[in-house]
């Protein structure tokens, strides 16, 4: 498949990624701040964000600027006090971000770390809970994009409950996609953003934390922007964000809901992404490239290939030549492997797919590779 001359390429990457046509119209308006429109959509944005992990009840969602990391960031400086500790489990860079995190911050951090072809060890869990009182705090990244790998999120939150300690979930390249329900996962807060599986444009994430214990997090913050004790206060009180809100990623984040909702939910959207991945893995490995994860550990997020050892295959040229065939793939991010990653995220389907693995045949062919398996 040639793209449209003038066309976007396909983005195979975890975000920013492909969005559809809607929510990129979605952002021609120009709100201000104080327009009831603009008021009401952060109500239902935060409302409908709510009830896609069953926290309406329980939870509250606070919006804030940036990417992803700022909201991370803010998180764990929101939840976690000055005297607080917290146990990092650490399967890869987001799990290690999270720790560089707390590093600027000055919250204490003890890191519990396994291979990144591993999940996160939760018998190693229980055991450093029950050592430690002093941990006051767990997180634990769900899908460990730098991987692809899936956490065990039900089994870490009950060992964490039944410590009676909080855990904080980095959702980012989950939320939307995989399920996360607050009455069945027990969580202190989550961060995401609006450009992973909500399939909306960068520019904004958002929090979603306990209700009961909040109240508790005024003054844990260690900085004015990423305060989000005082975001909540203030869109609490008044409707507003305390700095220039984001108004079109507002605007393209209510409409990549709607999508989500006429999708079929969280349900609809996995189903899609697993039917992306299965097309991806199974034209990847005939083609004769291996996966560094085993199926069962393998999340439809994103798929990390080994590097093939075949002395004719270029990591620069493949890139540059899928390029130009209009799909974009990503480096990998491993660190003792050389890899790649092609993600199963965005506004596309298995045709779609089918033409990315069909590009990466072609691509072999004009490199001068029949099959990297058998060579
Ligand atoms: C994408 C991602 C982030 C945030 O990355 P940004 O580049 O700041 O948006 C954090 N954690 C995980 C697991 C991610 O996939």
Not at 14 to 43: C, W
Not at 278 to 295: I, K, N, Y
Not at 296 to 308: D, G, K, R, Y
């Amino acid at each position: 498949m040639e793209p449209l001359p003038g066309a976007d390429p396909l983005l195979l990457t975890p975000g920013p990624l492909t969005t559809s046509a809607t929510v990129k119209q979605a952002m021609l308006h120009d709100y201000g701040s104080r327009d009831i429109r603009f008021i009401e959509l952060n109500q239902r944005i935060c409302a409908g964000l709510l009830s896609l992990c069953d926290a309406s009840e329980t939870h509250l969602c606070i919006p804030l600027q940036g990417s992803g990391s700022f909201a991370v960031e803010a998180m764990i400086a929101n939840q976690v006090p000055g005297e607080g500790k917290l146990l990092n489990l650490v399967n890869g860079a987001y799990g290690h971000r999270i720790s560089e995190i707390c590093s600027y911050l000055g919250r204490r951090v003890s890191v519990l770390e396994t291979g990144e072809d591993r999940p996160v060890d939760v018998a190693g869990l229980d055991q450093a809970l029950a050592a430690d009182e002093e941990i006051t705090h767990v997180a634990i990244v769900y899908c460990e994009t730098t991987s692809g790998i899936l956490n065990p999120v039900a089994d870490i939150a009950q060992v964490v409950a039944t410590h009676q300690r909080s855990l904080l979930i980095d959702a980012m390249s989950a939320f939307g996609a995989l399920p996360l329900s607050a009455p069945e996962v027990p969580f202190a807060a989550l961060a995401a953003s609006a450009n992973k599986c909500l399939e909306s444009v960068p520019g904004m994430g958002f929090v979603i934390a306990a209700r009961e214990a909040f109240p508790a997090t005024e003054g844990n913050a260690h900085s004015t922007s990423l305060d989000l004790y005082r975001q909540w206060r203030s869109l609490n009180d008044n409707g507003q964000w305390r700095f220039t809100p984001p108004v079109h990623c507002l605007l393209a984040l209510d409409q990549a809901l709607v999508e989500l909702e006429e999708e079929g939910g969280i349900a609809g959207r996995r189903r899609r992404y697993e039917e992306n991945c299965r097309v991806l893995v199974e034209g990847m490995r005939e083609l004769g490239f291996a996966t560094l994860l085993p199926d069962e550990l393998q999340a439809p997020v994103i798929v990390t290939f080994l590097m093939p050892g075949n002395d004719q295959f270029s990591f620069p040229d493949f890139y540059r030549r899928l390029n130009d065939r209009g799909y974009v793939i990503y480096p990998g991010k491993l660190t003792g492997t050389d890899s790649f990653r092609i993600g199963c995220i965005g506004h596309f389907g298995a045709d779609e797919m089918q033409a990315a693995v069909a590009a990466v045949k072609q691509v072999l062919q004009t490199m001068g590779i029949r099959n990297l398996g058998s060579e």
